[in-house]
């Protein structure tokens, strides 16, 4: 098991960017997929990207393709999501999650370690 830690959030206006990181702990990171999730009030949590362990293989939600981008750095053990061009829709609860795997992973039941969340608020 890793553990993770999701920081990064926060306020922007429409059209700005921000980067999420999540940091962990506990195992070699190499051997996780990871995954970014979001959850906005009311809703269901929703796939965003995914990345393999090498980092060779990424998945995006059709949402968010060609705006945010997944990248992980495998010897500072952290992922991260750059988020461009925000829109208010993205406003939402941002987790992190991991799972021992070896193909980019899209639905949540699949893993089994989350972080806590970072919260995005974009205001139009």
């Known amino acids: 098991q890793v553990q993770l830690v999701e920081s990064g959030g926060g306020l922007v206006q429409a059209g700005g960017s921000l980067r999420l990181s999540c940091a962990a702990s506990?195992?070699?990171?190499?051997?996780?997929?990871m995954g970014w999730f979001r959850q906005a009030p009311g809703k269901e949590r929703e796939f965003v990207a995914s990345?393999?362990?090498?980092?060779?293989?990424?998945r995006y939600a059709d949402s968010v393709k060609g705006r945010f981008t997944i990248s992980r750095d495998n010897a500072k053990s952290t992922v991260y999501l750059q988020m461009n061009s925000l829109e208010p829709e993205d406003t939402a609860v941002y987790y992190c999650?991991?799972?021992?795997?070896?193909?980019?992973?899209?639905?949540?039941?699949?893993?089994?370690?989350w972080g806590q969340g970072t919260q995005v608020t974009v205001s139009s």
């Open positions: 999650a991991a799972k021992q795997a070896f193909i980019p992973l899209t639905l949540s039941y699949l893993y089994d370690q």
């Open positions: 990345i393999t362990g090498s980092g060779s293989s990424t």
């Open positions: 506990g195992r070699t990171l190499s051997t996780y997929v």
